[in-house]
Every structure is written in C-alpha cells, then in structure tokens.
C-alpha cells in the first residue's frame, strides 16, 4: 500500500558506502544531497579514485583490511538507511556483506539501497567480473533497491536493453535473482527530449519521464545523487515509491541548476522552505505512467475556473436537491454501490439522470463518481475517480470519457499518485486526505495544511486544486489561507444540526 508519511522526528543517520571522487562524484556528491535534505550522514570509504570526466587515473580501491577496520568502527551505531556506490573488488564486498548481515542479526531494519558502479562515465573499470558475480549473489539478494544505469542493466544481466520491452526484460531478471525492486535508470538513453527511468518490483511497475535539460550533459554524480536522495527521502520515512518520484524531482533540479564550477558542471540543490524536501517546481516533476497507460493520453476539459468553490460531496439525489439552490457551483454525486442497501442499476441511473437535470438548470458543475459509464452516456459535465478506479480504466475508456466531453477528476494520496495524475492532465486533481476523516476508511497519513501549501506552490497555476479529507469551517479558513481553491466535504454538511446555515457559512469564505 502507497501511504503518505511525514518526516520522522530524530530519525538514525543514514550510511554512505562508495569511493571519493576529486571532480566531484562519488561520496563528494552523497554529501551534498544529505546536506540538502536534512538528514545526518555517517560514511565509509571503498576507494579514493584518482579521476575526471575524460579518465580515471587510479581506481585507489582500498585493502579489504583498511576497509574493514572502518566497518568494525562502526558496528555497534544504528542506521536508518544504507546507500552503496562503489565498492572495488570481491574482497570488500564480502566484508560489506558480513557487515550487513551483523546488523540483520542484530536485529536491525534498514533500507539498503544499491548504485551499481561498474565504470565510470569516461569508460573506465571500477568493478571487475569477479566483483560483479560476489555483488550478484551475495548482496544483491539483502538489498531492498538496485538502481543501475542500461549499461550496468546490460552488463549485470549480460541481456540486450536497446529498447522498453528488454529493459523491462533485463530489470525483471534481477528479481529473479534476489533484487526486490530495481529502477533503471534512463540518463544514458537516446531520447533528446526526456530522460525515462524504469521501476520494477514483485507488484509493481512504472516509468518516470522527465526533462532532459540538453544545455547541462557534463554534470558529474547524478546517478550517486539519485540514489542517495532515494536512502535519505527512505530514512526520513516516506514509502518507496514517493521517494523515487520525490528523488526524480530533485535529480531533475539539480541539473537544470547545474553551475560550471571550476571548468566542471556541479548539481545545484535549493534548500527548502518546507521541513524536508528541496524546493521542487514542476517543470522538475516527472510524469508517471503505468503499464496500463503508458501511451498518450486523451485531452480532457478544463473546469473554466482554477477555483471550484465549496465542494459538497453526497450520496443521494436528495441531497443535491438540498444543496444546489443554496448557491453551491461544485458537487459530486457519490454512490457507493457496495453501501446501497440493495439499489439496483436502473435505481442508480435514474438517480444520476435526475442529479444532471437539477445541475443543468440551475448551472453546477456535477461530478458523477465511479459510475463513468452511465455519466458519459447521461451526459454529466464531469466524472470524478479514485486511483483504483482508474486502474481498471484502460486507454480507451479515457478516451470516451474525453470524447463524451466529460470533465476529469482524480483523487490523490500521495506523491506518486500525484505524478500519475500529473501524466493524464486531468480537469482537477482532488488532495487528501488533509486531515483525519471517520466518513472513509483511509489508509494514509493526514498531510495537514502545511503539504496543501506545497501542492498550491507546485500545481495551483496548472490545475485546479480539491481539499478533501475532516474539513469543517474553521480547517476550511485555514486552507483559504493557503490558497487552494476548493475544499470537499461529506459531513460538515450532512450531519450538521443545520446543513442550510452550515452550507451559507462555508460559501461565505
């Protein structure tokens, strides 16, 4: 399950494990992506290369005893997370493995994260065979991430990846051999215009597409930078899946700000006005399709408006009757077939089509939820969906519902979610949930106002935006404040003592 977590408070350090580079990758950019982040680093050194972005002078790999020494150091600390870079050579990742295993025994949980380097970007060996076949079998199956690049996919698996299909072939044979989840990553690609990173897991896979900024190809480190930002995002608390999105995002930005620092490119990380994260824009924030829609997608109407006002959401006609001479503009009608106290099919049609004649005449935005076959078909003016949803939807029903010239609407949870939504370019993206609500079962984290600033920062200029999730008139005020455009509600309307004043306090914000 997809959940939304907060950073945690006094969290463990995390562990960085590669070589220092003196042109500026390597361990040299770990540090500087933990220091962007927030978050406490301790490291330990495999190698001190001598290299540039034209050759390796020296791979400086360290004796396995020197290396052990650092690992027996720091044997009894607690980490949170575990980025691993550059290793060498067998010898160290034997030690690395033992380590690692000690603190399984000890009892420890931790995200390790595994960057495969095998060469450098100017074609020098930095992991021999030998090392690739201990990597493979020995730390490979404790990791919970690999993250390599399609020539180190190429070189792991020794299979082609020239296209989508073998890539997704290649990643997928890393699962087989212990991985449990692998993101490709798409910077050596051919595409001029996006570079597309692939994730694979036992129950899950998408792709992430995001600018590829042509005026910045020199900049050293972003495949360490990349990972890392994924161990930090995983220590602060965040599930897998937001911290790639999140970590494409930041990658994305380092690199568009890229200075040329001394004759060389360097990533740029703004610190953030928010607890934990970088200041992200959305020209950095990927798109995310998954298998079921990773071909273009069917333009959808726009609202006419970035503010949809008071949003009640209701699970009968009656109540937009109630409600939609009040004043209201926006309403979803809501009817949850499962919790319907044997309605039938014809009841539940008949209803949508007595909700659409109301709204028609007095001008309200409807949106019908879930039942996106009877909207199109009645002619609703929007259909509004859940991420389960859509999932079912295949690339064809969006496409009726676009040429129904029905309006979308999506629900989100989460970063993720958000990035999907982000992909389809729907009429409205609905947020929640904001904060506790006993009218739904929801699995993830409230994200409070604090995080509706953030996505009013990132996406207000581009969608309209929904609160939803435990608003009544005072949270609503505290959301205005912050600039979205609309909240949703259930039962600050409905089980209200007067749902007509309550509804006239609301619209007057």
Not at 228 to 242: E, F, H, M, V
Not at 319 to 332: A, C, D, H, N
Request: with cysteine; glycine share 8%; net charge neutral.
């Amino acid at each position: 399950m997809n959940t939304v977590s907060h950073i945690k408070e006094g969290s463990d350090p995390i562990l960085l494990v590669g070589g220092t580079d003196p042109s500026g990758a390597g361990l040299q950019v770990d540090w500087l992506v933990t220091h962007a982040l927030g978050v406490e680093a301790s490291s330990i050194v495999t190698a001190v290369t001598s290299q540039n972005a034209n050759r390796v002078f020296d791979c400086g790999v360290l004796a396995s005893k020197q290396f052990k020494l650092q690992l027996e150091a720091i044997e009894t600390q607690t980490f949170s997370a575990i980025k691993i870079g550059m290793l060498g050579n067998e010898k160290i990742i034997k030690e690395l493995t033992r380590f690692l295993v000690f603190q399984q025994e000890r009892g420890i949980e931790q995200a390790i994260i595994i960057d495969p380097v095998l060469t450098t970007s100017s074609g020098g060996e930095l992991l021999n065979n030998e090392g690739i076949t201990c990597l493979m079998t020995d730390l490979l199956p404790l990791s919970t991430l690999i993250t390599p690049n399609l020539d180190e996919l190429a070189r792991l698996t020794k299979l082609p990846v020239s296209n989508s299909a073998e890539i997704q072939i290649a990643a997928e044979k890393l699962l087989t051999w212990g991985a449990k989840s692998v993101l490709v990553k798409g910077g050596h690609a051919s595409d001029k215009t996006f570079s597309t990173d692939l994730f694979v897991s036992q129950s899950s896979c998408f792709s992430l597409q995001g600018t590829r900024w042509q005026d910045k190809k020199n900049v050293r480190g972003t495949g360490c930078a990349l990972a890392t930002a994924i161990t930090t995002l995983l220590s602060k608390g965040y599930c897998l899946r937001d911290t790639i999105v999140l970590s494409k995002t930041i990658l994305s930005q380092g690199i568009r700000c890229a200075q040329e620092i001394g004759g060389q490119w360097k990533l740029q990380l703004k610190h953030s006005k928010y607890n934990d994260l970088v200041d992200i824009e959305l020209q950095d924030f990927p798109v995310l399709h998954t298998s079921n829609d990773k071909c273009s997608q069917p333009r959808f109407l726009s609202c006419g408006s970035k503010s949809l006002g008071i949003y009640p959401v209701v699970d009968s006609v009656e109540w937009i009757k109630k409600l939609v001479p009040l004043g209201i503009e926006t309403i979803q009608l809501r009817i949850k077939t499962d919790q319907s106290g044997g309605i039938t099919a014809v009841d539940i049609e008949q209803q949508i089509k007595e909700a659409i004649t109301i709204c028609s005449q007095y001008k309200v935005r409807l949106f019908i939820n879930d039942h996106w076959e009877l909207a199109t078909k009645l002619g609703a003016y929007g259909i509004h969906l859940g991420q389960e949803d859509l999932e079912k939807l295949k690339k064809k029903d969006l496409q009726r519902i676009s040429d129904a010239k029905c309006r979308l609407g999506l629900s989100t949870h989460s970063f993720f979610e958000v990035a999907r939504a982000h992909a389809l370019k729907p009429s409205y993206i609905a947020l929640g949930p904001i904060f506790a609500t006993t009218s739904k079962d929801m699995p993830w984290i409230p994200q409070g106002v604090s995080a509706v600033k953030m996505w009013v920062d990132l996406l207000g200029d581009t969608y309209p935006l929904v609160a939803i999730g435990g608003i009544n008139i005072e949270r609503a005020q505290a959301l205005k404040s912050v600039g979205v455009g609309s909240v949703a509600m259930i039962t600050a309307i409905t089980e209200a003592d007067d749902y007509e004043q309550a509804t006239k306090e609301l619209l007057s914000l």
